[in-house]
């Protein structure tokens, strides 16, 4: 039973900071792609950052290049998502994802197995 656990999520100010965890169960997210996406009310859930599982590759969207950062811990089976400067517009609820290949780092359709999710809000 492959399942996802997302935790980290909350309320924070614009400029502050959040990390989001992934904890995986029944598989190794060291041997899997990892993608964090998030969904806003109204919009369409959209890739946020990926860690390749071959060759570590590193993806993000472009509004968070620079401001978030992706990673993975294999002794504690968790992947990461720390989330600085965050913006209003980084409100939504984050999800991570896995699938052992995809072709599209950050298109939702490419991965297989899905946690559900974290609602992070920015506002002052």
């Known amino acids: 039973q492959l399942q996802l656990v997302e935790s980290g999520g909350g309320l924070v100010q614009p400029g502050g900071s959040l990390r989001l965890s992934c904890a995986g169960s029944g598989f190794r997210v060291d041997d899997y792609t990892i993608g964090w996406f998030r969904q806003a009310p109204g919009k369409e859930r959209e890739g946020v950052a990926c860690?390749?599982?071959?060759?570590?590759?590193?993806y993000y969207e472009d509004s968070v290049k620079g401001r978030f950062i992706i990673s993975r811990d294999s002794a504690k089976n968790t992947a990461y998502l720390q989330m600085n400067s965050l913006r209003p517009e980084d409100t939504g609820v984050y999800y991570c994802?896995?699938?052992?290949?995809?072709?599209?780092?950050?298109?939702?359709?490419?991965?297989?197995?899905w946690g559900q999710g974290t609602q992070v809000t920015v506002s002052s």
């Open positions: 860690i390749d599982s071959s060759d570590g590759t590193i």
């Open positions: 994802a896995a699938d052992r290949w995809v072709l599209a780092a950050l298109k939702e359709y490419e991965y297989d197995y």
